[in-house]
């Protein structure tokens, strides 16, 4: 059932709200999340894929897909993973080199076989241990 937000007094279901557009994605275990920008409010929030309108996921998944520039086809040193990310249905690492401020997205597969310390890194900072 959807939630209820306010809206200047109006109560609206979250269905029924206008967001102008999907700022971001992420993926939190099986999960895809995209950051929406809600009309009229200030805070942006992350909403699961199937809350929201699959046209408008549909629309800024084929927007940011030609914005994907791959950092490892130019040979540079690998500094650490930031995230991991879903673009075009395919996980990849949000990826920082060293002597530079850029950022690039590497496949998976591929960061697995060019820089496995720096994938170990990463998934070593993700783990809960339980006592």
């Given amino acids: 059932m959807p939630t209820k937000r306010k809206n200047k007094g109006k109560e609206k279901t979250r269905d029924s709200v206008v967001f102008p557009r999907i700022l971001g994605q992420r993926v939190r275990g099986e999960k895809t ?9 200030l805070l942006h929030t992350w909403e699961l894929e199937e809350n929201l309108n699959p046209q408008s996921v549909a629309e800024f ?14 040979n540079l040193e690998p500094e650490a ?29 591929e960061a697995k076989l060019k820089c496995p310390q720096e994938v ?7 783990i809960v241990w339980c006592e």
């Fill in 61 to 74: 998944k084929k927007r940011n897909a030609e914005k994907v520039v791959v950092g490892g086809e130019q």
């Fill in 33 to 41: 999340y995209f950051k929406v920008e809600w009309k009229g409010q």
């Fill in 81 to 109: 993973i930031i995230g991991m990310y879903e673009v075009k249905d395919e996980r990849m690492f949000k990826m920082k080199w060293k002597g530079t401020n850029r950022t690039d997205f590497i496949p998976l597969n």
């Fill in 120 to 126: 170990i890194k990463y998934y070593e900072t993700k």
